[in-house]
């Protein structure tokens, strides 16, 4: 195979995943809700089908996803010599953010499955549906079209990027069928209660205080259409927040009346600057983050800067207070 494009031809991904033997999953580094649920979704799937699975992270297992089924097997490429005869890797945009290098990505059957809007597609066989709101919903549809065994946990799996992923059922590409896919997954056993006590009910004090420090750092600006906060990495340190703690933050500030557009900037170890951008009804984030190399969706969108906390702000406001005005009129 090598047809480098998105082909969204959902039978040749049917027939690859069937007709494999050994299939390896990927997803992208600093896995979220959709991105793990994906991968232990699927490897559950796969494994009831009597295939062999292995699943793989670059970043490691994210704490509060620990409660997923089969999160255990989670590893790091490299670490183990799972010979796989197909890879897939799940909700990633392109392959800087699946951790690998194009040497490490080589093998004779690839695939992708994800819904970035600007995926640029690295496997030799792409299914991208930019519209659909997880990940995990189109696998969840494949399943259900296909007749895959889909257990409660795998159904537990894909329910958890569903719900991350929309926001709760809360973003625009939250449509009709959305529900039904999520609707399907209960009548297949997805435990709701336990998504609802490990996801949103268990921040931990010290997320809950570099909540309330970016809350101190945060400024409203534009005539209040942009919200700006940030985070040192001194503040993660001392306050031992890890990594995937931090996700979900940028949202709270995009809460308040009025703004359009929330920044968070995030000082990372290595000094470089994690941009997290989320809009509410016009400003495109994707258009925003691709200007400095980054992407990801519509609403939702992130990059990484190399300047220091106080030049990157003054970048990303430069950019945002432009792309804010050109959104409106557009
Ligand atoms: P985050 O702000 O990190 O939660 O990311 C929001 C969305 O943008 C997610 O869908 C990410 O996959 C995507 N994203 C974040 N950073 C990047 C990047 N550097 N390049 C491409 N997509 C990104
Ligand atoms: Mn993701
Ligand atoms: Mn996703």
């Not at 255990?72 to 670490?79: F, I, K, Y």
């Not at 945060?218 to 340190?237: N, P, W």
């Not at 207070?321 to 959104?327: G, S, V």
Request: hydrophobic share 40%; with cysteine.
């Amino acid at each position: 195979m090598s047809l480098k494009k998105n082909n969204k031809d959902d039978q040749a991904i049917r027939s690859a995943l069937q007709s494999a033997e050994r299939i390896a999953l990927f997803s992208h580094i600093h896995p979220d809700g959709d991105a793990i649920g994906a991968q232990l979704g699927l490897a559950a799937v796969l494994r009831a089908m009597g295939k062999e699975v292995a699943i793989y992270n670059q970043t490691g297992q994210p704490g509060t996803f620990a409660f997923l089924p089969g999160m255990a097997d989670l590893r790091h490429w490299g670490e183990d010599d799972f010979s796989a005869d197909l890879r897939v890797a799940l909700d990633c945009g392109n392959l800087e953010r699946l951790g690998l290098s194009e040497a490490e990505w080589q093998a004779d059957q690839r695939i992708s499955i994800d819904h970035h809007m600007g995926h640029e597609p690295f496997s030799d066989l792409n299914y991208v549906d930019a519209e659909a709101p997880a990940t995990c919903a189109i696998l969840a549809d494949f399943c259900r079209n296909w007749n895959f065994p889909v257990s409660a946990d795998a159904a537990t799996c894909f329910l958890t990027g569903l719900h991350t992923d929309t926001g709760s059922f809360r973003f625009e590409k939250t449509k009709a069928e959305t529900f039904q896919t999520a609707a399907w997954l209960m009548e297949k056993g997805a435990d709701l209660s336990a998504i609802r006590y490990h996801v949103f009910e268990s921040t931990s004090q010290a997320r809950f205080q570099l909540l309330n420090a970016m809350y101190q750092s945060s400024e409203f600006l534009s005539g209040g259409h942009i919200a700006i906060a940030e985070i040192t990495y001194k503040q993660m340190l001392n306050l031992g927040v890890n990594d995937d703690e931090v996700h979900g933050l940028v949202g709270q500030l995009k809460e308040v009346q009025g703004v359009e557009l929330s920044i968070l900037l995030r000082e990372l170890s290595s000094g470089a600057i994690k941009v997290s951008l989320r809009s509410k009804q016009y400003l495109d984030c994707n258009r925003l983050a691709s200007e400095f190399n980054g992407g990801g969706h519509v609403r939702a969108a992130g990059c990484t800067l190399h300047s220091s906390l106080q030049e990157a702000r003054q970048t990303l406001l430069a950019a945002a207070a432009r792309h804010l005005k050109e959104d409106l009129s557009s």
